[in-house]
């Protein structure tokens, strides 16, 4: 079983950036496909950001296309997410995801503890 750990949170003016960072350990990363997801307060969660095994197809929430970059590194079993250009309303717990389902995956089965990303106006 594979554990998941998030760094790289914090308090950011609008328009900043901040790089989320997620370690594994237990089982090599390259087995699953990875994602990120947040859930702000009093809302649902939400996917952010999806990578298949290779890192070759990725997908993005239309709220943050064009400002959010998810890569992997396999050989370092990490995943990260590069956020650009934040807003407010990116505010939220950021949780790093595994699935064991082919291609951007649709189960995530297993979950880091989440990273605080506050954005302030």
């Known amino acids: 079983q594979v554990q998941l750990i998030e760094s790289g949170g914090g308090l950011v003016q609008t328009g900043g950036s901040l790089r989320l960072s997620c370690a594994a350990s237990?089982?090599?990363?390259?087995?699953?496909?990875m994602g990120w997801f947040r859930q702000a307060p009093g809302k649902e969660r939400e996917s952010v950001a999806r990578?298949?095994?290779?890192?070759?197809?990725?997908l993005y929430a239309d709220s943050v296309k064009g400002r959010f970059t998810i890569s992997r590194d396999n050989a370092k079993n990490t995943v990260a997410l590069r956020m650009n250009s934040l807003k407010p309303e990116d505010t939220a717990v950021y949780y790093c995801?595994?699935?064991?389902?082919?291609?951007?995956?649709?189960?995530?089965?297993?979950w880091g503890q989440g990273t605080q990303v506050t954005v302030s106006s």
């Open positions: 995801a595994a699935s064991e389902d082919l291609g951007l995956g649709r189960n995530y089965n297993y």
């Open positions: 990578i298949s095994r290779g890192g070759r197809s990725t």
């Open positions: 237990g089982r090599t990363l390259s087995i699953y496909a």
